[in-house]
């Protein structure tokens, strides 16, 4: 069975810093795609940055990149900047191809400090 | 495109009253899902509609809940008779899915239930 896995329930980082969390999955599909979504305050999940498991070329948005070492079935977010509307709950999840089932981490909390 | 749009945002009932939390995904999506979640749970699929037609209700926890998709267009999550234990945040989100294969989830803003 699929498995996320977010080992930092929080993190806090000043801001205009640069800060990565962290993400680990379980899978023995070869064709998938990894996202980070974030859920401010306002509660609504919001899609940051997705991934292509097939691509080696790690994905970029503005701020976020991502590290993604399939070998390793990792996949961090880095966020360059952090700006205090960064502030939210990050879920880091994954979908098979061919299916439904999106399979979540339970999410680090991160904090940008002024 | 205004979204995946669901109401009420909030919904505070007693023990034993019905409650129906209603959604609209975004146009031209065809796969629709209800999700809930809870600090002990995190995000818990509920079930999965597409073409309007319910394919997995696994994560329906018991007979007090229901969901229907009459149209594209709309969606309802029904309990009957709530508990204590049904408060939570409910979510929908709809994605349009390409011969299989989903990219990416858009989430409404949630309706978050207390069962008093």
């Known amino acids: 069975a699929q498995t996320v896995t977010q080992s930092q329930p929080e993190m806090s980082v000043q801001e205009a810093e640069t800060v990565t969390l962290s993400c680990t999955y379980d899978t023995s599909e070869s064709n998938y795609y990894l996202f980070w979504y974030k859920q401010p305050p306002s509660r609504q999940m919001i899609l940051v940055i997705r991934?292509?498991?097939?691509?080696?070329q790690n994905a970029t948005e503005n701020r976020f990149s991502v590290n993604f070492q399939k070998a390793a079935k990792s996949f961090s977010l880095k966020i360059s900047d952090s700006q205090l509307g960064d502030t939210a709950m990050y879920f880091c999840?994954?979908?098979?191809?061919?299916?439904?089932?999106?399979?979540f981490g339970t999410g680090t909390r991160l904090k940008v400090l002024a | 495109d205004a979204g995946v749009i669901q109401s009420p945002r909030h919904e505070v009932t007693e023990m034993g009253q019905e409650v129906t939390l209603r959604c609209k995904p975004i146009?031209?999506?065809?796969?629709l899902f209800w999700y809930r979640q809870t600090m002990m749970r995190g995000l818990e699929l509920l079930i999965y509609f597409n073409n309007n037609v319910p394919i997995d209700d696994s994560g329906m926890p018991e007979d007090r809940f229901s969901a229907k998709m009459p149209n594209a267009s709309f969606s309802t999550l029904k309990i009957q008779p709530s508990e204590p234990r049904d408060s939570a945040v409910y979510f929908c989100?709809?994605?349009?899915?390409?011969?299989?294969?989903?990219?990416?989830?858009?989430f409404g803003s949630g309706t978050q239930l207390s069962v008093l």
């Open positions: 989100a709809s994605s349009q899915a390409g011969t299989g294969v989903f990219e990416k989830l858009f």
């Open positions: 999840a994954c979908i098979t191809s061919g299916t439904y089932k999106y399979i």
């Open positions: 991934q292509e498991a097939y691509k080696q």
């Open positions: 146009s031209g999506h065809n796969s």
